[in-house]
């Protein structure tokens, strides 16, 4: 299969391709996770599981995922659109991947920490009690080191579509081709 390459002045970089592919894998599976968020709203909640029931009744928790869950869905849209149109060679979804781009190594960074006291130490709390033989502190220095160490990876896939939708051959390879 192949894909039109609108310019004909320059040949299209193996990265926009692989770009375009990874996009639509990401919001693939992004926006199934936030199907299965939806649902497990619904499905999973149960006073037998002290980690969901804190989850489930942390207002916070609730409030984080009104605001999320429709932020999310129009940023998967976004990235799965992009995908689409860089793989037509549209420079309009390279910048929507740059956007999108932006839009995840902030989310990234902010999020976990926004969501770190008022949601996930009590989620710790409740795993705590359940356990019994852990600390809350030990859990809770456990979940930092992992929030930032996610953080962290987090960033890795926009920072990579940053560097290479802004390289000098890719945008290139999107500029319309001069009337003759």
């Not at 902030?106 to 976990?112: E, K, Q, R, S």
Request: charged share 10%; glycine share 6%.
């Amino acid at each position: 299969m192949s894909f039109p390459n609108s310019t004909m002045q320059t040949p299209r970089p193996a990265s926009v391709t692989i770009f375009g592919i990874l996009n639509i894998a990401l919001a693939s599976m992004e926006l199934f996770g936030l199907l299965f968020s939806v649902l497990s709203r619904f499905l999973f909640h149960s006073a037998q599981n002290p980690i969901t029931k804190a989850m489930h009744d942390n207002p916070d928790y609730q409030t984080y995922q009104m605001i999320a869950i429709p932020i999310g869905a129009v940023a998967g849209l976004a990235l799965l659109t992009s995908g689409i149109g860089l793989l037509f060679l549209k420079n309009w979804a390279r910048q929507l991947s740059l956007g999108c781009g932006v839009y995840k190594m902030i989310a990234g960074i902010v999020t976990p920490f926004l969501l770190y006291r008022p949601v996930i130490v009590p989620v710790l709390d409740a795993l705590s009690k359940q356990l019994k033989t852990i600390s809350l502190e030990t859990i809770q220095r456990i979940a930092l080191i992992i929030l930032v160490m996610g953080a962290i990876v987090s960033l890795i896939y926009p920072a990579l579509l940053i560097f290479f939708m802004t390289r000098r051959k890719v945008v290139a390879a999107f500029k319309p081709t001069p009337l003759e």
